[in-house]
């Protein structure tokens, strides 16, 4: 985009929003919602999900096991009831966020089909708005989807508890076909590559759905579909204060509809400080391996740590990527699930040597902080981004489909926090921020 208008706000962008950080403190504004030790400011309540990852003593922080529960059950035990007959994991996971209980098995054999009934597109959707126009963005794709879909919603402004339970079953099937058409949009427009449009085939799963329209051939083994479905189901929920569920939270608070809503966490998600970060730890592990020669050295590579946290190496952040958590802080159990099921899918394969060097980042991270800070090693470990990248390229998802695909999941998260909101919320969210300009004096236009 090229400028065209001499506006003095392109040479004064910096100085004319810059706050002094003296007045954030003065003023005791928790930036960013935060509390002085990184804690979240509780705003609300909530029956969904428990995030937990340290304990409070004396108003001290106390490291202790990450622990992540649905609706009050472990994620650990949810995802360890895998077996050959009962494979809906994220279509379970999904009933029990938006009904509230776990489902017998007639009622998530009903919730699969519910969601099987809604894959169909609109006639004309993919050509009128996944193709055209395209965009090299899958993320900004689905938002816009999400938008559109709203013109074909007769109903779309009703608030009704069976509008938005349809909305969100509706958008929970729809998106994981979007986000394949999209990419192939995006192939075909700048890629030089071909428009690939297979139909979803019926009493497919979400996982199983998503591998069989990606793939030119169509298949894939119960193990991919499997290592997907975990995928999917550990990325669904994450309790109400993270920023994709917060903002879905906000605009329901509005009284807005729900496709607003849904494509405000789609914007949220795909910021490089949240959903995008695992597009991050990829980009970094590349700089990593073209950068350390010897990928097993721990001294080369804690050196190397060093260099990026002191901005000198990669993108000049001083963040290594997929490390740290704003609550986890022992553990992250998604990432401990994630890890198990990357060294199982890795063993004997070409990609064993990169899960080690990420395993190496784990492990050095802390002391690498510890010395480039001049600080004692804290707490600091993996988030579910460190691994969840490698794992979807060893299942040969494109890069560009890593974000989009934890939307498509999260979609269960965002639709349980709006429904939540609805009933119990009753207040639209109006923070205040403390003013820090002083009066002016008016001068007319000519003496200016």
């Given at each position: 985009?090229?400028?065209?208008?001499?506006?003095?706000?392109?040479?004064?962008?910096?100085?004319?929003?810059?706050?002094?950080?003296?007045?954030?403190?003065?003023?005791?504004?928790?930036?960013?919602?935060?509390?002085?030790?990184?804690?979240?400011?509780v705003a609300g309540v909530t029956r969904i999900?428990?995030?937990?990852?340290?304990l409070?003593?004396?108003?001290?922080?106390?490291?202790?096991?990450?622990?992540?529960?649905?609706?009050?059950?472990?994620?650990?035990?949810?995802?360890?009831?895998t077996t050959p007959e009962n494979r809906f994991l994220f279509e379970e996971a999904c009933y029990l966020l938006l009904i509230g209980e776990l489902p017998t098995?007639?009622?998530?054999?009903?919730?699969?089909?519910?969601?099987?009934?809604?894959?169909?597109?609109?006639?004309?959707?993919?050509t009128h708005f996944v193709m055209n126009p395209p965009t090299n963005n899958i993320m900004n794709a689905l938002e816009r989807a999400v938008l559109i879909l709203y013109a074909d919603d007769t109903k779309a402004e009703?608030?009704?508890?069976?509008?938005?339970?349809?909305?969100?079953?509706?958008?929970?099937?729809?998106?994981?076909?979007?986000?394949?058409?999209?990419?192939?949009?995006?192939?075909?427009?700048?890629?030089?590559?071909?428009?690939?449009?297979?139909r979803f085939i019926p009493g497919q799963s979400t996982a199983e759905t998503i591998l069989s329209m990606l793939r030119v051939d169509r298949q894939f083994t119960p193990e991919e579909a499997h290592l997907l479905d975990i995928m999917l189901a550990l990325h669904c929920e994450h309790g109400g204060g993270n920023n994709s569920?917060?903002?879905?939270?906000?605009?329901?608070?509005?009284?807005?509809?729900?496709?607003?809503?849904?494509?405000?966490?789609?914007?949220?998600?795909?910021?490089?400080?949240?959903?995008?970060?695992?597009?991050?730890?990829?980009?970094?592990?590349?700089?990593?391996?073209?950068?350390?020669?010897?990928?097993?050295?721990?001294?080369e590579l804690r050196s190397y740590l060093e260099r990026i946290i002191g901005k000198e190496a990669f993108d000049g952040a001083g963040l290594i990527y997929?490390?740290?958590?704003?609550?986890?802080?022992?553990?992250?159990?998604?990432?401990?699930?994630?890890?198990?099921?990357?060294?199982?899918?890795?063993?004997?394969?070409?990609?064993?040597?990169?899960?080690?060097?990420?395993?190496?980042?784990?492990?050095?991270?802390?002391?690498?902080?510890?010395?480039?800070?001049?600080?004692?090693?804290?707490?600091?470990?993996?988030n579910i981004d460190l691994y969840s990248?490698?794992?979807?390229r060893m299942l040969g998802i494109p890069d560009e489909l890593l974000t989009p695909l934890f939307a498509c999941s999260r979609m269960a998260g965002w639709a349980a926090h709006r429904f939540e909101e609805i009933v119990s919320g009753n207040r639209i969210m109006r923070p205040a921020y403390k003013a820090a300009t002083s009066a002016r004096v008016f001068v007319p236009r000519d003496e200016r």
């Open positions: 985009m090229v400028r065209n208008s001499p506006l003095p706000l392109y040479d004064t962008f910096e100085r004319v929003n810059t706050v002094d950080p003296e007045l954030y403190i003065g003023s005791r504004v928790k930036r960013g919602l935060r509390n002085d030790d990184g804690t979240g400011v999900s428990s995030v937990h990852g340290y409070l003593s004396d108003g001290e922080r106390i490291p202790d096991d990450g622990r992540l529960t649905y609706r009050g059950y472990d994620i650990a035990a949810l995802l360890g009831q098995r007639p009622e998530l054999q009903g919730f699969v089909a519910s969601l099987d009934a809604e894959r169909e597109l609109p006639d004309g959707f993919t009703s608030r009704t508890a069976d509008h938005e339970i349809m909305t969100a079953i509706s958008l929970i099937s729809r998106l994981p076909r979007i986000a394949v058409l999209s990419y192939y949009s995006l192939v075909r427009a700048f890629q030089g590559g071909s428009m690939i449009m297979h569920t917060f903002a879905c939270r906000v605009l329901t608070s509005s009284d807005t509809d729900p496709y607003s809503a849904y494509a405000a966490g789609i914007g949220s998600l795909k910021g490089s400080r949240h959903g995008g970060a695992n597009a991050k730890v990829l980009a970094m592990q590349a700089d990593i391996m073209e950068h350390v020669d010897a990928w097993d050295d721990e001294e997929g490390m740290g958590h704003a609550v986890y802080t022992k553990s992250d159990p998604r990432a401990v699930i994630c890890k198990h099921f990357a060294r199982k899918l890795a063993a004997g394969t070409e990609f064993e040597a990169q899960l080690r060097l990420l395993e190496a980042v784990e492990r050095l991270t802390p002391e690498a902080f510890a010395e480039v800070r001049g600080v004692g090693v804290k707490a600091l470990c993996a990248g490698l794992v979807y």
